[in-house]
């Protein structure tokens, strides 16, 4: 079946870059999400890649996707602490809209 | 444009009752999902509904049902509660079933089963 793991726990400094990694095991998977989790809040789709894609920036997201190694990463440049959340990688295949989610990785970002 | 809204906000209920949590997708979006997210861990795809219709189902019990009407309003129901339970069910509304699949979430019902 599938699954995503992602390490628990990121600190950065303020101003630093961030990078979140994130490993699955769907082969089939044709998309590849990063979500945001504020506490208290819902689930915020920050952006997504086609799995024929190597990488993706918006803005100060910059996504990596290593398809043979099945590796995904979400590097946000210049972190601020308004970026202190939980990120969660997640993925989806199939005819239907059934997105596997990661576990999740806490950001903390320190002033 | 409405977000997608969700009721109640929290609920504390017996092990063996019901319950039923509601939604509110997000105007013009014909597909809803529901996920169940335990304490520090990442959302469960519980099923989907499109049109109105049971689209998909995660590893979740039939003691897990749900419904979709017309006006874009869902409903989660959970039978004989159980103490894992317990956790954040969040529902999302989509245009459609074409990829990428743009979810958007609501806020969840934090589910308290003693």
């Known amino acids: 079946g599938e699954d995503v793991e992602q390490s628990l726990f990121l600190s950065v400094r303020e101003g630093d870059s961030s990078v979140i990694n994130c490993t699955y095991t769907?082969?089939?998977?044709?998309?590849l999400y990063w979500y945001k989790q504020e506490p208290g809040a819902g689930l915020q789709l920050l952006t997504y890649i086609f799995s024929n894609m190597d990488m993706k920036q918006d803005q100060r997201l910059t996504v990596l996707l290593n398809k043979k190694d099945k590796h995904l990463s979400l590097r946000i440049a210049d972190t601020q602490t308004g970026d202190s959340a939980i990120y969660f990688c997640a993925e989806s295949s199939g005819g239907y809209q059934k997105v596997t989610f990661g576990t999740g990785t806490k950001l903390q970002v320190i002033p | 444009e409405t977000g997608v809204t969700q009721s109640p906000t929290h609920l504390i209920k017996t092990r063996g009752q019901q319950v039923t949590l509601r939604c509110s997708s997000q105007s013009g979006h014909n597909t809803v999902s529901w996920y169940q997210q335990a304490l520090g861990q990442g959302p469960q795809f519980i099923f989907q509904y499109y049109r109105e219709e049971e689209n998909g189902r995660g590893n979740f019990p039939p003691r897990f049902s749900g419904l979709q009407f017309p006006n874009y309003s869902s409903e989660l129901n959970v039978n004989a509660l159980e103490l894992d339970d317990s956790a954040l069910y969040l529902c999302?509304?989509?245009?459609?079933?074409?990829?990428?699949?743009?979810?958007?979430f609501g806020p969840g019902t934090r589910l308290t089963v003693t």
């Open positions: 769907d082969s089939s998977s044709t998309y």
């Open positions: 999302a509304s989509s245009l459609d079933l074409a990829g990428p699949y743009e979810q958007y």
